[in-house]
């Protein structure tokens, strides 16, 4: 789900804390040494998500937040602001020449810069807390 999240609304916030659980608080925060990527650089994005970014020759920009239940994509476009709520059940990561993130039909492929490498620690925590999540549902050996 997409948000315009230029101003705040207590609607889009409650479908967010809904969807992909409430934000960490700031003890578990510091635990996990941060909870938010550095700004990245996207190279491509599918179809669908191309209205969210700038028509221009601009940069585009996002960064991720990671959340309980899954993790918010902020997408940049000028004066506005995007928000892809994930959850962890329809996460899906590559990693081929940068970094892809696909869910619910959509997906989004971060540049390999600098920037991107400086995400690697935020991209193992990401993993971590998928499969943290994950193993709550694996039945195979209950």
Do not use: C
């Amino acid at each position: 789900m997409i948000l315009d999240s230029t101003y705040t609304n207590k609607e889009n916030k409650s479908l967010i804390n809904d969807l992909v659980g409430k934000p960490f608080s700031i003890l578990e925060s510091f635990k996990l040494n941060g909870i938010g990527s550095k700004r990245m650089i996207i190279d491509e994005v599918s179809p669908n998500l191309q209205p969210y970014l700038n028509s221009v020759s601009d940069i585009n920009y996002a960064n991720i937040e990671l959340r309980t239940g899954g993790i918010l994509v902020y997408i940049n476009k000028g004066l506005k602001n995007f928000t892809w709520a994930i959850p962890y059940y329809h996460l899906v990561l590559y990693k081929t020449n940068g970094a892809s993130i696909h869910a619910q039909g959509r997906f989004i492929h971060f540049k390999d810069t600098k920037t991107f490498r400086e995400n690697k620690g935020f991209f193992s925590k990401l993993l971590d807390e998928k499969i943290k999540y994950d193993m709550q549902y694996d039945f195979q050996y209950s």
